[in-house]
């Protein structure tokens, strides 16, 4: 991380109540000069010796008043000065068999992971390119391909890529920029803080075998952003091999994921 390329920054950063956006906040608080915190809890976590000016906002992301009351309320403050970047990483998983997730629990997912996020890039995309800036959308691997078992989850972040794509090609000329980010798995609270198929909490243990930690996914989310080159991030073998077996290889993939994930849509 280069402390210098942080330095007098404006940040927005939605869900920094707990896991990656918590550990970007950590990161980030006391080097940038300025942060939004967007989320249902924003000021979960806040304490009076930072140096940056901190200003939470409540907001549930799945809600289109909450959103539009962000927009007019970070555009009324920065109208004179501008966002350098938006870091729409909140967001919920969703678990269960394609056949018995109910349209509620897709619905809901894609409220919070796709319909919020994008809202709030398209409303505050003036001030992103007042400064020439970013919107990082914390993604998944689950979004590079459909996984079994989390159609919702895979299905809105996936969605989210395409409009987030667009944005990046639209805004080529003016210096806006738009990174995908899709760690693998995390340890964080997404386990239960998401939603089964008929749309109750979950309560899953945490993914089994070498998981990163929030902060490690936080600072390369954060490197990306200081790479002018930065497009669809992903990290180690899950997200190489997803992004190569697609084009060459579905099949094998498909087979993979099959034996891989089968516990998770086999009842
Ligand atoms: N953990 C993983 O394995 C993993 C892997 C790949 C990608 N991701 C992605 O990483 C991002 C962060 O998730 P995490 O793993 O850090 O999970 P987490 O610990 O559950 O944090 C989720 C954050 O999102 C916020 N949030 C959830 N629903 C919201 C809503 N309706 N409105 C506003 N904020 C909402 C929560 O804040 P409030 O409760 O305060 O609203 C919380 O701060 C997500 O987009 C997720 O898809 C996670």
């Given at each position: 991380?280069?402390?210098?390329?942080?330095?007098?920054?404006?940040?927005?950063?939605?869900?920094?109540?707990?896991?990656?956006?918590?550990?970007?906040?950590?990161?980030?608080?006391?080097?940038?000069?300025?942060?939004?915190?967007?989320?249902?809890?924003?000021?979960?976590?806040?304490?009076?010796?930072?140096?940056?000016?901190?200003?939470?906002?409540?907001?549930?992301?799945?809600?289109?008043?909450?959103?539009?009351?962000?927009?007019?309320?970070?555009?009324?403050?920065?109208?004179?000065?501008?966002?350098?970047?938006?870091?729409?990483?909140?967001?919920?998983?969703?678990?269960?068999?394609?056949?018995?997730?109910?349209?509620?629990?897709?619905?809901?997912?894609?409220?919070?992971?796709?319909?919020?996020?994008?809202?709030?890039?398209?409303?505050?995309?003036?001030?992103?390119?007042?400064?020439?800036?970013?919107?990082?959308?914390?993604?998944?691997?689950?979004?590079?391909?459909?996984?079994?078992?989390?159609?919702?989850?895979?299905?809105?972040?996936?969605?989210?890529?395409?409009?987030?794509?667009?944005?990046r090609i639209e805004m080529m000329k003016t210096g806006?920029?738009?990174?995908?980010?899709?760690?693998?798995?995390?340890?964080?609270?997404?386990?239960?803080?998401?939603?089964?198929?008929?749309?109750?909490?979950?309560?899953?243990?945490?993914?089994?075998?070498?998981?990163?930690?929030?902060?490690?996914?936080?600072?390369?989310?954060?490197?990306?952003?200081?790479?002018?080159?930065?497009?669809?991030?992903?990290?180690?073998?899950?997200?190489?091999?997803?992004?190569?077996?697609?084009?060459?290889?579905?099949?094998?993939?498909?087979?993979?994921?099959?034996?891989?994930?089968?516990?998770?849509?086999?009842?």
């Open positions: 991380m280069r402390i210098d390329y942080w330095k007098g920054k404006t940040v927005i950063i939605t869900g920094a109540s707990s896991g990656i956006g918590e550990a970007i906040y950590h990161r980030l608080d006391g080097v940038v000069s300025k942060i939004y915190l967007v989320s249902r809890k924003p000021g979960k976590l806040l304490s009076n010796s930072s140096t940056s000016t901190i200003i939470p906002i409540v907001c549930d992301l799945s809600k289109q008043d909450d959103v539009e009351k962000v927009i007019s309320k970070v555009s009324k403050l920065e109208k004179n000065s501008g966002i350098d970047v938006l870091f729409n990483n909140a967001g919920i998983t969703a678990h269960g068999r394609f056949d018995s997730t109910e349209m509620s629990v897709f619905r809901k997912t894609f409220e919070t992971n796709f319909f919020g996020p994008l809202r709030l890039a398209q409303g505050l995309m003036p001030l992103i390119l007042y400064k020439k800036g970013a919107v990082v959308s914390t993604s998944t691997v689950s979004g590079l391909y459909g996984v079994p078992g989390r159609a919702a989850y895979s299905s809105s972040k996936a969605a989210l890529h395409s409009a987030m794509e667009a944005m806006v920029r738009s990174i995908i980010v899709c760690p693998p798995y995390t340890r964080t609270n997404l386990r239960t803080s998401g939603l089964d198929s008929s749309g109750k909490r979950l309560s899953e243990e945490q993914a089994e075998g070498k998981i990163k930690t929030a902060d490690e996914v936080a600072l390369a989310i954060i490197n990306s952003v200081e790479n002018p080159n930065s497009r669809l991030v992903t990290f180690d073998k899950s997200g190489f091999a997803m992004k190569l077996l697609r084009l060459f290889s579905p099949r094998l993939l498909e087979s993979i994921m099959y034996k891989k994930l089968y516990k998770d849509f086999s009842n």
